[in-house]
């Protein structure tokens, strides 16, 4: 048996992925990623009415109020301010983000998990103190606008890792705009999707264009692996020998699943997604 960590999440580019593993370094960070392209994920189509905005020319330095309905999830969450970071010559890109807010869920299902079950609210803005993260708001636009998946979608935060696949795609609103939701993992190496990693993300833009909000909450699928460790005596079916075809396999698994399959059940994650307010 050999066991491979990551520190991050997975994509679909299989080339990319590789290309990561030689990267001199790459630690439990933010990163661009770009995937192969995906299996044909299920969707569900959001109406198109009141299209949101961007940008907004101006600043986000004034935190915004953010209202959400956890029960169901969490018992609680608790909000904060993360102070700027701005970009420095010496450091690396990733870490450069914008003040912004931070809410973390308090008593979720799951524990022991690679992600911490985060809500983040950015002024999209000020997102473009970091080249990479102040693209992700259009692509985010684009995407709603057309509702045509591609070779990867939009993240925030930034992770150096890339995504290796997403499923369960659906579009959905909240109180004052909208956005698309889909479970995805992200890696470093040839790692199977599994328990430790895999998570739920919202990722949606305020009506008005003004903020970005994203969701970063772990889920666990009882017939996958419970971590990252893989015993080669007895690999998932063809993990080894194409990888590829196990990513489409399990995306097609994934997406075949119904909502109440997964811990927490995506419809409750959804529903408090929905309740969100940001002014």
Same mark, same amino acid.
């Given at each position: 048996m050999f066991r491979m960590k990551t520190h991050s999440s997975f994509l679909y580019n299989f080339g990319a992925l590789l290309a990561l593993i030689l990267l001199p370094s790459a630690c439990n960070v933010p990163a661009d990623l770009s995937p192969l392209a995906p299996v044909e994920s299920q969707t569900s189509p959001v109406p198109t009415d009141e299209p949101t905005q961007l940008p907004v020319e101006e600043s986000g330095q004034v935190s915004p109020s953010v209202s959400i309905d956890v029960s169901g999830v969490a018992q609680d969450f608790t909000s904060q301010v993360v102070e700027a970071v701005p970009p420095r010559a010496d450091g690396p890109w990733w870490e450069a983000m914008p003040q912004y807010t931070l809410l973390t869920l308090q008593s979720y299902?799951?524990?022991?998990? /690679?992600? @911490?079950?985060?809500?983040?609210?950015?002024?999209?803005?000020d997102l473009e103190v970091n080249e990479v993260a102040g693209q992700v708001p259009g692509s985010l636009q684009a995407l709603l606008q057309n509702q045509q998946v591609g070779e990867d979608m939009p993240y925030l935060p930034p992770y150096n890792a890339a995504q290796v696949m997403y499923a369960q795609v659906s579009y959905?609103?909240?109180?004052?705009?909208?956005?698309?939701?889909? /479970?995805? @993992?992200?890696?470093?190496a040839v790692l199977p999707v599994n328990n430790h990693e895999l998570h739920y993300t919202f990722q949606g833009l305020t009506s008005d264009g003004r903020y970005y909000v994203a969701a970063v909450?772990?889920?666990?699928l009882p017939e996958l692996p419970a971590d990252e460790s893989v015993d080669l005596n007895n690999p998932p079916q063809n993990f080894v020998e194409d990888f590829p075809a196990y990513l489409s396999d399990t995306v097609n698994m994934l997406n075949g699943q119904p909502p109440s399959a997964f811990i927490p059940d995506l419809s409750t994650l959804d529903a408090m997604i929905m309740s969100?307010?940001?002014k």
């Open positions: 299902p799951i524990s022991g998990h /690679l992600m @911490q079950p985060r809500i983040f609210v950015y002024p999209v803005y959905l609103k909240f109180k004052n705009g909208r956005g698309v939701r889909y /479970l995805t @993992q992200f890696d470093q909450l772990p889920v666990n969100l307010e940001i």
